[in-house]
């Protein structure tokens, strides 16, 4: 008796139809310090605000960059400020560089959300700040996030 093999396959409704969506996005947070790029993978955590941030080491080696936002952010270029008694509504950085700058606030730069869906969010950063006298300058940073 003859047997037969029928295959078939199917496109998933899935599939996103807008390059914006695609679902292949690179997570990443990277940035200038000093003549040298620092990259990391990024974690996305929200309380009062959104906070997108990267980190590397420990104790005296320990580096991290932090961005703040609105949890509802918006697209557009938007003055970094430090400014704790309006977390829901600012957009605000702070640097970890150590042994020389532990939590640093950025007080003064900008922050600009290029790519804002409910499934990502992409943008670039610029900030500088003070702590005992000593000056850092982020620049050249970017970074491409998955939201949940």
């Known amino acids: ?22 679902q292949t996005t690179t997570n990443f947070i990277k940035f200038n310090y000093k003549g ?11 309380s009062l605000s959104m906070n997108i941030y990267g980190s590397e080491g420990i104790d005296d080696t320990y580096k991290k960059v932090s961005l703040w936002m609105p949890l ?15 977390l829901e509504t600012t957009y605000q950085a702070r640097f ?3 042994p020389d700058f532990n939590n640093t606030d950025g007080t003064t730069g900008t922050l600009n959300i290029t790519v804002l869906t409910d499934k990502k ?3 670039t950063f610029n900030f500088s700040g003070t702590k005992n ?10 970074f491409s996030v998955e939201r949940f």
């Not at 037969?4 to 899935?14: F, N």
């Not at 006298?133 to 970017?142: L, R």
């Open 1 to 22: 008796m003859p047997y037969s093999l029928v295959l078939s396959s199917c496109s998933s409704d899935d599939s996103p139809n807008d390059p914006e969506e695609d």
């Open 36 to 46: 040298k790029t620092y990259s990391y993978e990024p974690t996305l955590s929200t």
């Open 72 to 86: 509802k952010p918006t697209l557009g270029s938007h003055p970094i400020v430090f400014d704790l008694s309006h």
């Open 96 to 98: 970890t560089f150590m």
């Open 121 to 123: 969010i992409e943008g």
């Open 133 to 142: 006298n000593a000056t850092f300058e982020v620049t050249e940073g970017s």
